[in-house]
């Protein structure tokens, strides 16, 4: 009889560790294998219980508990007859090496990198036609895209930006000095915000020929803006923030984020994966497109099946699935092999794609920390969608994107 893996991991505590009971409490302590600490065991045949993180979690028998029962085991058998005859298998934790000097390299030219890459991104950026127009000209949209970019990344206030800005433009990465603190104003400019989506969108199109899968998800954010409402119940006048809903499409192997829709958080989320997914079809192969409940449509599924890929999405608890069409096969597909369904639909949920939404969260504070009123969600992941995170960055050097 094969034991399982926490079977096995409690064999070991029982082999390794010394387990002792508390006699005031009447528990069992035994050592945390992760770092200094005891967890408690209670052996209560009724109601076994364990302190630590993976009985709260899961609820069930813990690596500790086992190696409570394996150390009462043995001390029945003191007179060293044995009772264990089961044969244990060691189950290798894979750990994956960080490949550090990329890793470093990769930091290390970050910064100076990014500057390159996005003004090459906003070279190319038409500006407005200005002809018989009197009056100062405004700054260029090349460099107010690059300077809004560039604050996003930098995580700074506009006043303490104003360094970097500057040094950006001794390199000759804007063609006119901005000073800081009007950085502010160029996210109020609503005409910027299609021209950013754009951007993102082609910021990530290098990578088409890496990224087949993509992911589906979506963060609210309260903006700056407020507006007042009337009380009907106690009648006075209230405000409230107003709040907007990012949805992205991004890439599940590099994170790239491939297509924004920002949209008044009380708009459906279902009508917004087609739209999303269009725009990343411009540029890449879709084969397969991972989202939760939220999104789970027949015309989402459809919508996926016509790119020539397939959608993995959950279903709520109560759905039945007599909806006809691919959404009633999927269910099925959901119900019956629900381990190979989830692995699919799980590719959203690496480390990866956590950490674009981790940027996404960033973006949002750098939103509600800007003290001018009246913003929209412009400044959403340009610079993200250039940079990534860490493990994105080595799919950039092994695609030969980034040399440094
Ligand atoms: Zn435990």
Not at 133 to 139: A, D, E, N, T, Y
Not at 364 to 372: I, K
Request: aromatic share 10%; with cysteine.
């Amino acid at each position: 009889m094969a034991i399982s893996e926490r079977e096995q991991r409690g064999l070991a505590i029982a082999a390794l560790c010394k387990i002792d009971k508390d006699p005031k409490e009447g528990v069992w302590l035994v050592p945390s294998q992760s770092g200094g600490g005891k967890y408690k065991v209670i052996n209560d045949p009724e109601n076994e219980r364990c302190t630590c993180p993976d009985f709260e979690t899961r609820g069930k028998t813990c690596k500790h508990i086992f190696a409570v029962r394996y150390t009462i085991e043995r001390e029945l058998h003191a007179d060293g007859s044995e009772t264990l005859t089961e044969t244990m298998t060691v189950v290798k934790k894979t750990t994956y090496k960080q490949q550090w000097p990329a890793y470093n390299a990769a930091q290390q030219a970050e910064k100076r990198r990014l500057q390159v890459l996005l003004a090459d991104l906003c070279r190319t950026l038409p500006e407005p036609d200005r002809k018989g127009i009197r009056g100062q000209r405004p700054h260029l949209v090349k460099d107010s895209i690059f300077a809004m970019a560039f604050k996003v990344y930098c995580r700074l206030s506009s006043r303490r930006f104003g360094t970097d800005l500057l040094e950006a433009h001794e390199r000759g990465h804007i063609s006119n000095p901005i000073p800081g603190t009007k950085v502010t104003v160029f996210f109020e400019n609503p005409a910027f915000t299609p021209i950013l989506k754009e951007l993102v969108a082609k910021s990530a199109a290098p990578l088409a020929t890496v990224e087949t899968e993509f992911a589906v998800d979506s963060s609210g954010f309260g903006t700056c803006k407020f507006e007042r409402w009337f009380d009907h119940k106690y009648g006075v006048t209230r405000t409230r923030s107003i709040w907007v809903k990012a949805h992205i499409a991004c890439g599940v192997k590099t994170n790239c984020i491939t297509a924004v829709r920002i949209i008044e958080k009380d708009t459906a989320d279902c009508p917004q994966l087609k739209p999303l997914m269009e725009t990343t079809r411009q540029s890449f192969t879709v084969n397969e497109v991972s989202a939760d409940t939220a999104y789970a449509s027949n015309e989402n599924f459809q919508t996926v099946a016509d790119m020539g890929g397939t959608a993995y999405m959950t279903f709520k608890s109560n759905t039945t699935g007599a909806k006809g069409g691919l959404f009633e096969k999927m269910f099925h597909f959901f119900q019956f092999q629900r381990d190979e369904y989830l692995a699919h639909y799980h590719k959203r949920s690496n480390e990866r794609v956590f950490g674009g939404q981790a940027q996404v969260w960033r973006c949002r504070d750098e939103h509600e920390r800007c003290r001018h009123g009246q913003r929209s969600a412009v400044q959403i992941s340009l610079p993200e969608s250039l940079l990534f995170d860490s493990g994105a960055r080595r799919a950039w050097y092994r695609a030969g994107l980034l040399e440094e």
